[in-house]
DNA sequence: CCAAAAGTGTTTGCTCTACACCCATGG
DNA sequence: CCATGGGTGTAGAGCAAACACTTTTGG
């Protein structure tokens, strides 16, 4: 029952799971904790919720923070409050994850603190502090769930992109090869992308950019895209 | 970033969308408000999570004031944080929902606090304080969604069942009629429920029960269970 | 002209859907 | 014996999976 009292607080925070593409792996930003607890262990970008905040707008912030971004897809992911996550005392965290293009410009040094931040494959995972290994795990678990019926592959590529870069995204985070044709067809009868008059040349022949579609609902209601 | 400081923190609340199975509907209890702000109104039965409680613990809890009941499926939702969602302040909620059987015996009435509860049915709502129309409204959403893809179906229902009875439930949650062939095929199939050597009579000819299969994995992976 | 990646259709198998009749009981 | 809900199989359609060759460019 709502009363307007005021009983000691849990404190409020958020984190965020960062997910990008580099170097053809799927990664996660962590910052290195500089203070007790878990000094000198990696942890997710995170931090208190202030008062007028709305939470969505906290994770922005520390997306901010830690990378210079200021647009990015974001999703709550789940609210994590057992008792003894933090040694400190209640902390209620909820989390959110992040898709950010590869070609954005990321400082990853020198966010508000002066702790050190790092890419990390996400199979390549130190032992992270609190539950964030717990977090992470979740997080990448809905990406590729929502890949599967969704497609948000293409928010981790730059603006425009080819379909095969998108395949390639999806074969990274999936796991598992995907056949070309299935693939393209389905991705285009799905009508969230659409092609530019643009293309794009590098090696062989060269491949024509699609983009998204603004006007596009993003997610595909019928039926899982991939197997 | 974490800091061991302590900031003025919202306060943190859990609200509960108990769903059940009355008079062949899907309700939802929802209990009216004695005090400010919205007083008179109805509104979700939800209130401040303790210092020591884990948050599902907190819903639980709230869950067993409200109807006397101890165990039942319970799944959370997601978290409210917009700063003017309650009227005396930063007040951010956790929402989760509940299912509980319709042979559960609810007293709901008198709950720890004097206020008066009363199920409605999902489509004859009131508008409700705070933002919790929208709360049902995802709750809801996320009950259909997840009916198409798993089982939990049976969790409206008593211990044992029938096929007809599960077939009915899920013909009253996503308000279609459903083939009972194949609704029955798919829904075995799955693996999720297991016949017992019990049957029940009452009309016409007498039905096998059937009940959980309490080693099963609730979540059936592969494919949407439901066009 | 060779290497590299882009682009493109068709066949096959499987899964989903639609559909109708007999069965067991209680009144 | 009649009314009521329980229980069962199959054929056809539509969708998903598997599969190989031609095209275009850069070096």
Redesign the interface.
Known sequence: ????S????????VDVVIFTLKSSRLQVLL?Q?A?QPFAGDW?LP???????????EAAMRELLEETGIREAYLE?L??Y???DR?P?G?V?S?AYYALIPSDAQVRSQG???A?QARWFPIDELPKLAFDHNDIIAYGLRRLRYKLEYSAVGFQLLPEDFTLGELQRTYEIILGEKLDKRNFRRRILQAGIIEPTHRFKSGEGRPARLYRYRPDAVAEVKA??LFP
């Open positions: 029952m709502m009363s307007a005021s009983h000691p607080r849990p404190a409020l925070t910052i904790r203070r942890a995170g931090g208190f919720v202030s008062m007028e905040e709305p939470l969505e709550q789940y609210t409050g057992d008792p933090d400190r209640r209620v909820v966010g508000s603190d702790s039926r899982r």
